[in-house]
C-alpha cells in the first residue's frame, strides 16, 4: 500500500485544575449540603466561601422545600433518558436489518418517552434550579436536549419512519437503480420541516461545555447527530424538487458521462482519464452503455481549447487541458475539470450530457467487495482484493506495448464491474455502500459534477465535487501532482506529507511546516523488463526508471506559501514549455496564482530508488479557526 500519511497535531482544551466535582448519579448533588461541601474542600478562602454560602442560601429560598422534589424528579429522568437512548439504539438496528415495523413500534414508543422526559425536566422546578450557581448551566442544557429530543421525535424520526417503504431502507436502492417513489416519499416530509430541524439544531449548538462528566459525551453526541440531521433535512429541502430530473423521472431520461480513471498515470484529480462510458437513467433506473478507451477518446477539430482557458491555466497546466480528456484532470478543481470535459466530449457530436461521474479502479474494487467480483472475457477474475492492481499494473505488465488490448481489457473490467454493481444494489446493504461513497469522496477517488447549477450546488454542499479549498475559516493546503510524461510506472510512486505543530503570528494566523516527499520504489532492474508503455520514452529520461512528476502546491483560501526548500532534480523551462505544457520558471518552484489561491509549481524528475523532497511554511488566513488540513491527490497503489 502506497503510504500518504499527512499529520496533525492535535490541540485539546485543558479543565481547570483543582476544580473536579463529587459527581452524583442523581440531582441530589444539587443539594445544598453537598454543594458546600463539595466547596468546602477548596483552599481556604473566607471571603469567596461565605459568598458561595450566601448564593446557596439564596438558592434554597428561591426552591423553598423543593429540594428533596427536584432529587426524585432528577432520578425519574435519568431512567427516562436511559430508556431513551436504548430506543434510540433499538431504532438504529432495526433500520439496518430492515424492520419497518419494528423501527415504527420503537419510533413510536421512543416519541412517548422524549415527550415524558420533556415534560418533567420542563417544569417550573427545573426552570428555577438553572439559577443553581455553575451548575445551573447544566441542567438547562439537560432541559434544552429534552425539548429537542421531544420535538424531533415528533417532527421528523416519526414521519420519516412512516414514510420508509415496506422494506426498510433496502428499499430505496433497488437491483438497477434507485426507487424514486421511496425516497420523494421520504424527502418531502423531512424536508418540509427543515424550519423546525434547523431551530433546534441552533438551539443545540448553543449549549456550552458542560461541568458535569456525565453530560460531557451526551451532549456532543447530541451536537453531532442533531446537526447531521439538520443538514439532511436542509438536502432533503432542497433535494425533493430536483432529485426527479437527476433521476430521469420528470419525463426525460438523464445522461452522464461515466470517467474510469487510471492512477497508474495520475492526474491532479485522481487518474488520467482511461475510459468512457454513458451511463442513461430513466424513472430511476440506471445501464450502462459501452465503454471506448482513452485513445479514441474525443479531441477538438479546431485545434484550439474546447472552452476558453484563461491565463492562469495556460501557465501553470497548458494548454493541454481544454484540449485533451485525458489531460483535463492536472487542474485539481473538478467542477472545472467536468465542465472542460463536457466541452470536449461534445465538440466531437457526442451524446449530450446532464453530468459527469469520475471514478477510479480504489473505488471499483471497494464496490466490488459488496456487490461481488466480475469475470473478463478472457477468463480474468475481477473482485474486491485485486482490481486495483490488474487494472493499474497488471494489465500493462501482462500485455506490454499492445496499448490497444490494454484500452479495451481496461474499459471491459469498468463496463462488467458497473453493471455488476448496478445489477446487484438491491442485495448491497446500505450502511456499508454509504460508508464505501463518503470514503472514496474525501479520499478523491469518487467525483459527481452536475451541469444544472442547482443540482451542482447540492453536489457542493453533499461533499461530492471535488472542490479545492475556499474557506478561510477551515484552511485546507493542496499537494497535488501528475505525470510529466506519457508513462504507466506511477503505480511505484509513493508520497508522504508531514505537517508540523501550528505556530500564532501576530495578526490571528497560524504558520505551519510542511515537508512532502515523493519516491520512486522502481528501480532499473525491474524497469529494464518493462515495455515502453509503462516507463515512458521521453528523450530527458535519465535512466529506465526515471518518473517526472509535475508538482502543484496550493495555499489554502487567504494564505500563503514561504521558505520554499526543495532537495531533488527539477526542470526548467528549457525541457518543458511551451503553451501545451506546464511553464516551469527559473527557479525549481514557481509562484503563481490561480483562482484566488496561491499556487507554487515545478517539475521534478526521480530516478528509481531517489526522493525529491519539498519543504516549505504554510501561513492560514486570520480568519482560520481550525487546524491546517492536507488534501492530497491520491496514490495508485493505495489499494484499501
Not at 447540492?458 to 477551515?474: D, P, Q, R
Not at 531533488?568 to 484566488?596: H, L, Q, R, V
Request: aromatic share 6%; hydrophobic share 40%; charged share 20%.
Amino acid at each position: 500500500m502506497g503510504s500518504i500519511m499527512v499529520r496533525y497535531s492535535a490541540h485539546g482544551n485543558h479543565s481547570r485544575s483543582g476544580q473536579q466535582p463529587v459527581l452524583r448519579s442523581d440531582m441530589a448533588a444539587y443539594n445544598a449540603s453537598n454543594y458546600v461541601g463539595h466547596s468546602a474542600r477548596r483552599p481556604k478562602n473566607h471571603k469567596r466561601r461565605n459568598i458561595i454560602i450566601v448564593v446557596v442560601v439564596a438558592v434554597i429560598l428561591i426552591l423553598g422545600c423543593s429540594g428533596v422534589a427536584l432529587a426524585m424528579s432528577a432520578k425519574d429522568a435519568k431512567a427516562d433518558a436511559e430508556v431513551l437512548m436504548d430506543q434510540g439504539k433499538t431504532l438504529v438496528t432495526q433500520l439496518k436489518e430492515g424492520d419497518k415495523t419494528g423501527a415504527g413500534k420503537t419510533a413510536t414508543e421512543l416519541s412517548a418517552t422524549a415527550k415524558k422526559l420533556n415534560d418533567t425536566v420542563g417544569s417550573p422546578l427545573w426552570a428555577a434550579a438553572t439559577l443553581i450557581p455553575v451548575y445551573g448551566s447544566d441542567i438547562a442544557q439537560v432541559r434544552t436536549i429534552a425539548s429537542v429530543a421531544d420535538t424531533l421525535c415528533a417532527k421528523a424520526v416519526t414521519p420519516l419512519i412512516n414514510a420508509l417503504p415496506a422494506e426498510g431502507l433496502s428499499g430505496i436502492v433497488v437491483d438497477g437503480g434507485v426507487n424514486v417513489e421511496a425516497v420523494e416519499d421520504m424527502l418531502t416530509p423531512l424536508g418540509a420541516e427543515y424550519p423546525t430541524i434547523h431551530d433546534c439544531a441552533e438551539q443545540v449548538a448553543k449549549m456550552g461545555d458542560s461541568h458535569l462528566d456525565q453530560l460531557k459525551e451526551p451532549v456532543q453526541t447530541v451536537k453531532g447527530l442533531v446537526g447531521t440531521l439538520d443538514t439532511v433535512s436542509e438536502y432533503a429541502s432542497e433535494l425533493s424538487h430536483l432529485l426527479p430530473g437527476m433521476l430521469g423521472a420528470d419525463g426525460e431520461p438523464a445522461h452522464y458521462l461515466v470517467i474510469a480513471a487510471n492512477n497508474a498515470e495520475p492526474r491532479s484529480t485522481g487518474g488520467m482519464a482511461g475510459s468512457f462510458g454513458i451511463m442513461t437513467v430513466e424513472d430511476g433506473k440506471m445501464s450502462m452503455g459501452d465503454f471506448v478507451g482513452s485513445e479514441t477518446a474525443p479531441r477538438p477539430d479546431t485545434g484550439e481549447a474546447a472552452l476558453p482557458l484563461t491565463d492562469e491555466e495556460l501557465l501553470i497546466f497548458g494548454k493541454r487541458v481544454g484540449m485533451d480528456m485525458r489531460d483535463v484532470g492536472y487542474i485539481p478543481n473538478f467542477p472545472r475539470v467536468a465542465e472542460l470535459q463536457k466541452a470536449i466530449w461534445e465538440s466531437s457530436g457526442n451524446t449530450e450530457v446532464d453530468g459527469i461521474v469520475m471514478l477510479d479502479p480504489v473505488f471499483l474494487q471497494r464496490i466490488l467487495a459488496l456487490t461481488g467480483g466480475v469475470t473478463t472475457s478472457n477468463g480474468t477474475v475481477v473482485d474486491g482484493t485485486n482490481a486495483a492492481q490488474i487494472l493499474m499494473n497488471e494489465v500493462y505488465l501482462r500485455y506490454g506495448d499492445e496499448n490497444e488490448i490494454q484500452d479495451a481489457f481496461f474499459a471491459e473490467v469498468a463496463s462488467a464491474a458497473l453493471d455488476q454493481v448496478l445489477g446487484n444494489l438491491g442485495e448491497v446493504d446500505l450502511a456499508k455502500l454509504l460508508e464505501v461513497v463518503n470514503n472514496s469522496l474525501d479520499d478523491r477517488r469518487f467525483y459527481i459534477w452536475m451541469a444544472n447549477p442547482e443540482e451542482e450546488a447540492i453536489v457542493t454542499k453533499l461533499g461530492a465535487a471535488g472542490l479545492t479549498s475556499v474557506s478561510e475559516t477551515e484552511p485546507v493546503a493542496g499537494i497535488y501532482f501528475g505525470a510529466a510524461s506519457g508513462a504507466k510506472s506511477f503505480w511505484y510512486l509513493d508520497a508522504d506529507a508531514q505537517v508540523s505543530e501550528g505556530r500564532k503570528n501576530a495578526d490571528g494566523s497560524m504558520s505551519y511546516d510542511v515537508t512532502v516527499t515523493f519516491s520512486n520504489t522502481l528501480n532499473d532492474a525491474a524497469a529494464s523488463d518493462m515495455s515502453w508503455y509503462i516507463t515512458g520514452e521521453a528523450a530527458i529520461k535519465r535512466s529506465v526508471s526515471d518518473m517526472h512528476l509535475d508538482v502543484y502546491l496550493y495555499a489554502p483560501a487567504g494564505g500563503s506559501i514561504s521558505n520554499m526548500q526543495t532537495n531533488g532534480y527539477f526542470f526548467d523551462s528549457s525541457y518543458f514549455g511551451g503553451e501545451w505544457y506546464t511553464t516551469p520558471g527559473p527557479d525549481e518552484m514557481t509562484k503563481a496564482s490561480y483562482n484566488g489561491n496561491e499556487v507554487w509549481y515545478g517539475i521534478t524528475g526521480i530516478n528509481g530508488g531517489e526522493s525529491t523532497t519539498i519543504s516549505y511554511t504554510v501561513t492560514t488566513s486570520p480568519k482560520a479557526e481550525t487546524s491546517l488540513q492536507i488534501d492530497m491527490t491520491p496514490l495508485a497503489n493505495e489499494a484499501l
